[in-house]
């Protein structure tokens, strides 16, 4: 028995320190507001997961919790799916705020109204806590459904470094964790109810040594600079041949871990130029771009004898591809075929 409470005192404890992490991170979220109005909806969301985790924490440190601050957590529950949600969504698909998007927290409004009145055993217990449930797991599919549909695309916006991709991607996959474990305590029953508040303490650390070490996350630079570009169609053209000439030239396809900002780099240029250079001048976003010389140089060795005795997929590791299945993907969507349909129409010729 003793055993069991030392446990439970070092889950809420780390439980505790994840809602303490999630409360700073809504502070410099909320400080940073102006930069980008997109941190107005960061700041809600880690506020409202701290809500939620400390009324987790209280409900099972205390014997008696009162109902407002049980109201107030399933409140704050209500209101960090849609939080999170329009984040994602006005993070990978950039666009103006629209008024009607406050619609999403209408729920949240209706249970902060009532939070002196809705009792457990009436309400709650009654199929209100599975409808939140249901709720908060329907925004974290929506959200997850975005953020797969956009990494899928291959036009994908490629002004998005790296490190933004990552933040983006622990940050949805850790909130559809977080509610899917109360959803399983709570419906399906199989899961310890503190697992949720546990399990989303090392992305939320993951979160603030990303934002520790980019600050740039929460700052909106790169369309205000895209659209600050002022280019003649002759200089953009110009600008455009020159980068097929140093691709040609460098060789940079070649690296597996080619990126835009290498690019940019070696060719003394902002990313978001090189970026706006490509998409006017050339008409294809950096990864068209780059996989367009990586399928030619896989041509090119294809087709010569010295490699016919070289497995395909070395080839394409060698050319700098990553995976064989975004390799037959792009060497399909370029030439029509398969690379091994190509190997043998070569050979027969």
Request: glycine share 4%; charged share 15%.
């Amino acid at each position: 028995m003793r055993l069991w409470r030392l446990n439970k005192e070092v889950e809420i404890f780390i439980a505790g320190i994840g809602a303490a992490q999630s409360l700073l991170m809504a502070f410099f979220s909320f400080f940073e507001r102006k930069k980008d109005f997109r941190n107005l909806l960061l700041f809600v969301f880690f506020l409202a997961i701290t809500i939620r985790l400390t009324k987790s924490i209280l409900w099972v440190y205390l014997d008696v919790t009162p109902l407002w601050m049980l109201n107030l957590g399933f409140m704050a529950h209500s209101i960090s799916g849609p939080a999170l949600f329009l984040y994602t969504l006005h993070f990978l698909y950039p666009r103006k705020w629209a008024s009607w998007s406050l619609l999403h927290f209408l729920t949240g409004l209706i249970l902060l109204f009532y939070i002196d009145s809705l009792s457990l055993e009436e309400f709650w217990y009654e199929g209100g806590y599975s409808v939140l449930l249901f709720h908060q797991v329907g925004y974290s599919l929506t959200s997850l459904f975005l953020l797969s549909k956009w990494l899928l695309q291959k036009n994908q916006n490629e002004q998005l470094q790296r490190t933004s991709i990552i933040w983006i991607i622990a940050l949805v996959l850790g909130t559809a964790i977080l509610q899917f474990l109360y959803f399983s305590n709570y419906i399906l029953g199989i899961t310890p109810y503190l697992l949720g508040p546990i399990s989303y303490l090392p992305f939320i650390y993951f979160l603030a040594f990303l934002l520790f070490k980019n600050p740039s996350l929460l700052k909106n630079n790169t369309a205000k600079k895209s659209q600050n570009i002022r280019l003649t169609q002759h200089e953009l053209h110009e600008h455009g041949s020159k980068l097929e000439e140093f691709m040609q030239v460098q060789k940079l396809y070649l690296d597996t871990n080619c990126t835009l900002d290498m690019v940019a780099k070696q060719a003394k240029l902002p990313a978001y130029m090189v970026s706006y250079i490509l998409n006017n001048a050339i008409g294809k976003s950096f990864p068209d771009f780059l996989n367009s010389y990586r399928i030619e140089e896989v041509k090119k060795r294809l087709s010569h004898p010295d490699y016919r005795h070289t497995k395909i997929a070395s080839i394409a590791y060698d050319c700098g591809f990553n995976t064989l299945s975004s390799f037959n993907i792009a060497f399909k969507k370029t030439t029509g075929i398969t690379p091994s349909q190509f190997q043998k129409n070569h050979r027969s010729t």
